[in-house]
């Protein structure tokens, strides 16, 4: 294949892989991401340019602005028609358009494309050995300011752990009805960074309704529970969860609910 | 070239990502090494764009640097997730249209947003297409947003100034307007609207020089962009339109109405009437709602000082009445007066060189509003002064450029010369960074009461994911300003707002009990759960308020909240108290309602 065309063919190919994606259901996201984004940010307008400017005096950076500019363009202009058509807003419906679009202009352009028309060069960038030593040390940089950025964020949560005890520690319980009968929905997450260990007690003013002596959370995770409650239950109290942590003798977690009122 | 355009910019991220990661973990010396980190990044590409021999790609890849190295700053701050106030509400809109698959769903933190889904559709589709979160896709989109605004300041000023020199420093001096460090980063509407626009303005320039089927294909898509911006941004639209009618006014004034620029700019502003017409009618009539009072009441208040009535605010004084370090207030203010003495020089040249280039003089009309916009900030007009700052400081751009560019060239004292218009610069790039942004705002760090994004963190977030998890979407429910657009948007809850629903939170929460009043404002927004966060009790709210601008017109407060004030939901009966993380407490207040 003739040189000339080679970036229209790879622009080809970027479109056919999302769009078969699309169809196919593949939710992969490292391939959608490496197509899917090129897909709505760049290969639209660099197409639509190629068939419609084949001879263009423009140079590299109008064309690398064109094409961000005229992408973001068709992709705002295409989901204003998309939404009135009976398919809407969804991935094939985005896949057919921008695809369609591109595809299109591709085929355009390789028609229009004259036999003495040099590549526009986007695709042949040439760097010396200097340079790529320079390109290779930014992107070095660049991954050590990531990797600082992502330790100092995790880090910050151990120390907003400990200073003051911010524990992000959940407790809920939130009514029910199944059946007629009320219920509750119980539940603990421990969105703190180390294993924890609980004890939930429901209760309606000194008679104990429920006991879970020993909850262990690890970090990240979720408890939680269904519970039916008694029939002969008094609606003048309210049931209470309380949360303990382990071997502590007073609650540090309190939810309440008035039976009365229960809505869900 | 590649040292100066990746090396060194990729260097002052490392520099700033390290104060943030300093301030994240409560270091001292974490504001000094964040303004290391924007002396790393700016003044090299200062430096080089004042060389007098400066070429085109250079100047192109220095200014593209520029713009994403202070994009990525923003992002260092909040790299997992948006912090913003602005980004909850749009993030709401691109959920909604996720779920929905449509456009034009409701938004109770901002009606208006999902009228002008400009935005969310390209968010919509890289989440789709890309299988990203919103938030990695809002980043990506506002990234190419940036780069696209980057290049097309540059492209439009050249053109207009015919020179690269002045075109790079120009650039240069707009990345000093306040908010091009993170309102205009954020992921909101008129950062991509912005970018739009100038590719707009490009356009129609570029158009001038292309002949034949290059010039239509360059109109269509002038044509196009005007299109994309009236559905992506109210204000970036309107300004658009006016730019081209005046344009186009001066043009007749001047010239008469037969060029062929003349005729393509004015088809342009009509065809921006137009759309903008269509969309107002169309779509989003709440719009003159929307944009209304804040204009009234800025209005107001100039009158207010007009007629001696008072309402002066104290520079730099914020709605809390706290003030940045003494160093930043003469930065501030000294960048201001730079900017308002290079002003003339600027204009002297335009009246020179450019009288007869409507661009320029269009520009130059622009610079010199923005000395009007100053006085807007003295009089609690904040807002409105520095959002004028986006569009206006293109002109103060070109005008202070076409007043240094001839410092830079060669000649006796050189060195010299070029340091004083870089050091110029530095002073103006301060300031902007000074006015554009909060102290306490400028770098992450644990919370802090009532601002954003200091008050955006891990319980808040949790909170709101737990409601929409275990609530489902859709409750009304009330809360603080910080939680309102938590909930309203990664807990996909019905807020209940002064602004939707003319329902004010703050007397449900700031009064000592619950009364008829409170009852009836229950009733009136049909709500069902108020989310408390005991923080509040910890200090006054950074930026004035808990709940609305105005609730210390009915409850007055020198202190902060009571914790007794807050919990009063626990001592009423019939109020379940359905969640507790510790600091946020959600209760059932719907059963409220129902009694007189």
């Given amino acids: ?264 | 070239m590649l040292v100066e355009t990746c090396l060194v910019p990729a260097l002052a991220l490392l520099v700033v990502a390290s104060a943030d990661a300093g301030a994240r973990l409560g270091a001292t010396w974490a504001d000094t090494i964040f303004w290391a980190g924007l002396l790393v990044l700016a003044a090299p590409i200062a430096l080089w764009l004042a060389m007098p021999d400066v070429r085109r790609p250079h100047a192109l890849g220095l200014v593209t640097a520029l713009g994403l190295g202070l994009y990525l700053i923003k992002v260092l701050h909040s790299p997992l997730n948006f912090t913003l106030y602005d980004e909850f509400l749009h993030w709401r809109t691109a959920s909604d249209m996720l779920a929905t698959g449509r456009l034009y769903s409701e938004n109770p933190l901002l009606s208006i947003s999902p009228l002008y889904p400009g935005l969310e559709l390209a968010t919509h589709a890289l989440v789709t297409l890309g299988g990203l979160s919103i938030f990695q896709a809002g980043l990506v989109v506002i990234g190419a947003a940036r780069l696209m605004l980057s290049l097309a300041v540059y492209l439009f000023l050249e053109q207009v100034s015919g020179s690269v020199r002045v075109a790079g420093l120009a650039s240069l001096f707009y990345t000093a307007h306040p908010q091009f460090l993170f309102f205009n980063a954020q992921y909101a509407y008129q950062s991509l609207a912005l970018s739009l626009a100038l590719l707009t303005l490009w356009l129609l320039l570029r158009r001038q020089q292309a002949v034949g089927a290059e010039g239509r294909l360059l109109l269509v898509l002038a044509a196009a962009s005007i299109v994309a911006v009236v559905v992506t941004h109210h204000i970036t639209a309107y300004v658009l339109t006016g730019c081209l009618i005046l344009w186009t006014t001066l043009a007749a004034l001047r010239k008469g109405w037969r060029t062929a620029a003349t005729r393509d700019v004015r088809w342009m502003a009509l065809l921006a009437v137009v759309a903008n017409l269509v969309w107002l009618v169309a779509v989003s009539s709440r719009t003159l709602d929307y944009l209304g009072p804040p204009l009234v009441d800025a209005v107001h208040k100039v009158l207010q000082v007009a007629f001696s009535e008072g309402g002066f605010r104290p520079p730099f004084q914020s709605d809390a009445g706290t003030r940045p370090p003494l160093l930043e207030q003469v930065v501030g203010l000294g960048s201001a007066v730079l900017i308002v003495l290079g002003l003339p020089f600027g204009l002297w040249h335009v009246w020179r060189r450019y009288a007869d280039n409507l661009w320029a003089v269009l520009l130059a009309g622009a610079a010199l509003a923005y000395p009007l916009s100053l006085p807007l900030r003295l009089i609690g007009s904040w807002e409105v002064g520095a959002r004028a700052s986006a569009f206006l400081f293109i002109g103060v751009g070109l005008l202070l450029a076409l007043a240094l560019e001839r410092m830079t060239r060669p000649g006796r004292l050189r060195a010299l010369r070029i340091s004083v218009v870089v050091g110029y610069f530095g002073v103006v790039f301060a300031g902007g960074v000074i006015s554009g942004v909060a102290p306490i705002s400028r770098l992450p760090g644990p919370y802090l009461v009532g601002t954003t994004p200091r008050s955006v963190d891990s319980q808040g977030m949790a909170a709101a994911e737990w409601a929409y998890r275990q609530l489902g979407p859709g409750n009304r429910l009330v809360a603080d300003h910080i939680n309102t657009a938590l909930m309203g948007s990664y807990g996909q809850q019905r807020v209940v707002t002064y602004q939707s629903d003319n329902v004010p939170a703050a007397p449900l929460f700031l009064a000592a009990g619950i009364g008829a009043y409170q009852r009836d404002l229950i009733r009136q927004g049909r709500i069902h759960y108020a989310v408390v966060d005991y923080r509040l009790t910890q200090a006054l709210p950074i930026e004035g308020h808990y709940y609305e601008k105005w609730e210390k017109l009915d409850y007055p407060y020198s202190e902060p909240i009571e914790r007794d004030v807050l919990a009063k939901f626990d001592r009423i009966p019939r109020v379940s108290r359905i969640f507790d993380a510790g600091d946020i407490v959600i209760y059932d207040i719907g059963a409220l309602a129902d009694e007189p």
């Fill in chain 1, 1 to 264: 294949m003739s040189r000339r065309y080679l970036d229209l063919v790879l622009v080809g190919v970027v479109v056919l892989i999302p769009l078969g994606l699309a169809l196919s259901g593949v939710n992969d996201t490292a391939w959608r991401v490496g197509f899917g984004v090129p897909l709505t940010l760049f290969l639209p307008g660099y197409a639509i340019l190629a068939a419609t400017l084949p001879h263009s005096t423009l140079d590299k950076a109008e064309r690398v602005l064109l094409s961000l500019g005229v992408s973001l363009v068709v992709t705002i202009l295409g989901g204003l028609i998309l939404n009135l058509t009976p398919w809407g807003l969804q991935s094939l419906s985005w896949a057919v358009w921008l695809g369609g679009v591109t595809l299109t202009a591709c085929l355009i352009a390789l028609l229009r494309r004259p036999a003495s028309l040099r590549q526009p060069g986007l695709l042949r960038p040439r760097f010396s050995a200097g340079q790529l030593a320079g390109l290779t040390l930014a992107g070095l940089v660049l991954i050590a300011t990531a990797v600082v950025t992502l330790r100092a964020v995790a880090l910050a949560s151990d120390y907003a752990a400990a200073y003051p005890a911010v524990e992000v520690v959940q407790l809920w319980a939130v009514p029910q009805t199944v059946d007629g009968q009320h219920a509750l929905r119980i539940g603990i997450a421990n969105h703190t960074t180390e294993m924890a260990t609980y004890r939930l007690r429901l209760q309606q003013a000194s008679r104990v309704l429920e006991e879970w002596p020993i909850i262990t959370l690890p970090p990240g995770e979720a408890w939680n529970t269904r519970l039916t409650l008694p029939d002969d239950l008094s609606t003048a109290l309210p049931v209470d969860a309380l949360l303990y942590r382990q071997g502590a003798p007073i609650a540090f977690r309190r939810a309440q609910v008035w039976l009365e009122t229960a809505q869900h």
